[in-house]
């Protein structure tokens, strides 16, 4: 569902320069602003504005070579050049290009020209299983499938605002272990061992509970289901708990689908979203670049108890 509304004409203030249309769904917004790399500072405030308000952005049309993106990114913050080495990484390639990853199902000489090939990716938050998770992920099409490949999003904000109320004062206090041992594709990761008791497993505990740093919002923080605990929970207990949330957290009323084009550039906020990849025929090609934004530490505000509600809340209307 790519539908759009019209920005409200009382609102257009809100993003000067700009055009905002938000989607008629839980969270998304496509923005109109021409070539983003000639994008003005005011432009971009307004650009970071609307990003905060709805999620996901997604901008149509683009033409970036990859320092073009790499620059994209630092306009929202320090690039991550955390990445492994990608399959075409030569020697002598400088650093800064390793906050670039090709995503892709191409193979070529009898190698991978990416990461992630063409896999049915599993609801996930990007790299949780770090101390330090990225703010945001950018995500530029390059080439797409006739059809399939279309990414999900889920509005984490309106997942917790939801719950019931038993279930979400169970979240008080709460942290999770985000397992570290497999990838959002559900394969072990080179050098991990299986994981045969979740409560000794390698990964960081971050709070259930998060708030947002730029809206101070909370959001429900899941990261991966597969191999996470409920820190301090008997085993039983703790799977109980997270299929519980899970289940919620899945659900279609808080999701929305963007169906790609050549050209499309989409940045969402890791801190509050969710997001998964529909699979694809794996005959036709698919390529990508993503780069992702360096990120603070998972928190969660416990002295304020009075948030203000975030614009994309259940039964609020998006700005």
Not at 65 to 84: I, K, N, Q
Not at 131 to 152: F, K, N, Q, R
Not at 170 to 186: E, F, R, V, Y
């Amino acid at each position: 569902m790519n539908s759009t509304e019209k920005l409200p004409a009382t609102l257009a203030s809100r993003y000067p320069g700009i055009e905002v249309r938000p989607f008629d769904a839980a969270l998304g917004a496509e923005v109109g602003c021409g070539d983003l790399r000639q994008a003005s500072e005011a432009q971009f405030e307004a650009i970071r504005q609307a990003w905060l308000d709805h999620l996901v952005l997604v901008f149509r049309g683009q033409s970036l070579s990859d320092d073009d993106l790499l620059a994209l990114a630092a306009r929202f913050g320090t690039p991550d050049d955390t990445f492994r080495p990608q399959p075409t990484d030569q020697p002598g390639q400088p650093r800064e290009n390793r906050a670039l990853t090709i995503v892709s199902n191409v193979i070529e000489d009898g190698k991978p020209i990416g990461a992630l090939a063409n896999v049915d990716l599993v609801w996930h938050t990007d790299m949780s299983y770090i101390e330090v998770p990225p703010d945001a992920s950018i995500l530029y099409a390059l080439e797409i499938p006739p059809a399939g490949g279309e990414t999900g999003f889920c509005n984490m904000y309106r997942a917790l605002e939801t719950l019931p109320p038993g279930l979400r004062a169970q979240l008080d206090g709460l942290t999770i272990k985000h397992d570290a041992t497999h990838n959002s594709g559900g394969f072990l990761r080179k050098g991990f061992e299986f994981p045969a008791d979740v409560t000794r497993s390698p990964g960081p505990n971050h709070p259930a509970v998060r708030t947002h740093p730029d809206t101070g919002c909370d959001a429900l923080y899941l990261g991966r289901r597969p191999f996470s605990h409920a820190h301090g929970l008997p085993v039983a207990e703790s799977e109980a708990l997270l299929d519980q949330l899970w289940i919620h957290a899945a659900s279609s009323e808080f999701a929305w689908y963007h169906t790609w084009s050549v050209g499309d550039v989409v940045i969402w906020d890791n801190r509050c979203t969710m997001h998964r990849r529909n699979a694809f025929d794996n005959n036709a090609r698919r390529v990508m670049h993503r780069t992702q934004i360096k990120g603070t530490r998972p928190y969660v505000d416990t002295a304020s108890q009075a948030k203000a509600p975030h614009p994309r809340g259940l039964h609020r209307s998006a700005p």
